[in-house]
C-alpha cells in the first residue's frame, strides 16, 4: 500500500512538472531554431508589422501583440493542439502573449529567449530582411572622436521604448550633448558587433574608448549619470 501511495504521488509530481515545463518553456535562439523544424509547429512573430517586414523567421505567422484586436484576431486560425513557438524582439512581449496563449487554452507554447536580437547574435538567418549596405565595426570606431565624449544611441523607428526616449534625447542634444544615433534595426551587424541586445542601448564613448552602457528607456538623470 506504501509503495502504491509513493507511486502516486510520484506519478502526480512528475505529472505537475511536465504540465508547468510545457506551459512555460523558454528555448535559446539555437534550440529554438533546431526545434522550429519539425513538423506540426505554428510559429507566432508578436512584433509590429514594420519590425516583420524587416526580416522574420521563416514562415512565421504575424500578429502584433500591442494591437489587441489584431492579436486576437489573428491568433484565432492558430490550432490550441499544436505547439505553438513565439518570439519578438527581445522577448518581453512574446513572454507576455505566451502568457496570454496559455491562459486561452493553448496547450504548448515556447518563447524565444532574447527574441530576435538573441538570434541575430548567433547569425541564424531571417527572411525578408532588406539588403542594407552594413557598417564595418572597424569604421564605426574610426568615426568617433578621440578627443571627445559622446553618446551613442543605438535604436530603430519601430521601437517604441525609443519612441518615448526621443525628447530626451532631443533636450540633452540642445545641451550640448554629442550624439550619434544608429538604426540597430537596419544596422543589425553593426547592432550585433556592439552587443545591443536591447532597443535603445545607450554606449557613452571618452577618447574614442567605451566607458558605461545602459540599455532600455532610461531617465535624463541616469544618461546624464553615464556622460559624468
Not at 34 to 59: A, C, F, M, P, W
Not at 91 to 115: D, M, P
Not at 148 to 173: H, N
Not at 174 to 189: F, M, N, P, S
Amino acid at each position: 500500500m506504501k509503495n502504491f501511495t509513493k507511486a502516486i504521488i510520484s506519478t502526480f509530481f512528475l505529472t505537475i512538472n511536465f504540465y508547468l515545463f510545457s506551459q512555460n518553456q523558454e528555448l535559446s535562439p539555437s534550440n529554438f531554431n533546431d526545434s522550429i523544424q519539425n513538423r506540426g509547429i505554428q510559429l507566432l512573430d508578436v512584433r509590429t508589422s514594420n519590425e516583420y517586414n524587416q526580416g522574420h523567421i521563416k514562415d512565421a505567422f504575424q500578429a502584433d501583440w500591442n494591437s489587441s484586436d489584431q492579436f486576437k484576431e489573428r491568433v484565432l486560425s492558430l490550432d490550441k493542439n499544436k505547439p505553438v513557438y513565439v518570439y519578438c524582439l527581445a522577448g518581453s512581449r512574446s513572454s507576455a502573449a505566451q502568457k496570454w496563449l496559455i491562459k486561452e487554452g493553448f496547450k504548448t507554447v515556447v518563447n524565444l529567449k532574447g527574441g530576435i536580437n538573441a538570434w541575430n547574435l548567433e547569425d541564424l538567418p531571417l527572411e525578408g530582411k532588406k539588403d542594407v549596405e552594413q557598417i564595418k565595426l572597424s569604421d564605426f570606431l574610426n568615426s568617433i572622436p578621440k578627443d571627445k565624449t559622446i553618446l551613442i544611441d543605438i535604436g530603430a523607428e519601430w521601437c517604441p521604448p525609443c519612441k518615448k526616449m526621443k525628447p530626451i534625447i532631443e533636450e540633452l542634444e540642445q545641451e550640448g550633448i554629442v550624439i550619434l544615433k544608429i538604426d540597430g534595426g537596419a544596422q543589425t551587424q553593426l547592432a550585433k558587433d556592439l552587443k545591443a541586445e536591447t532597443f535603445p542601448t545607450f554606449i557613452v564613448y571618452r577618447n574614442g574608448i567605451e566607458s558605461k552602457r545602459v540599455s532600455g528607456a532610461c531617465s535624463k538623470t541616469k544618461l546624464k549619470e553615464l556622460l559624468d
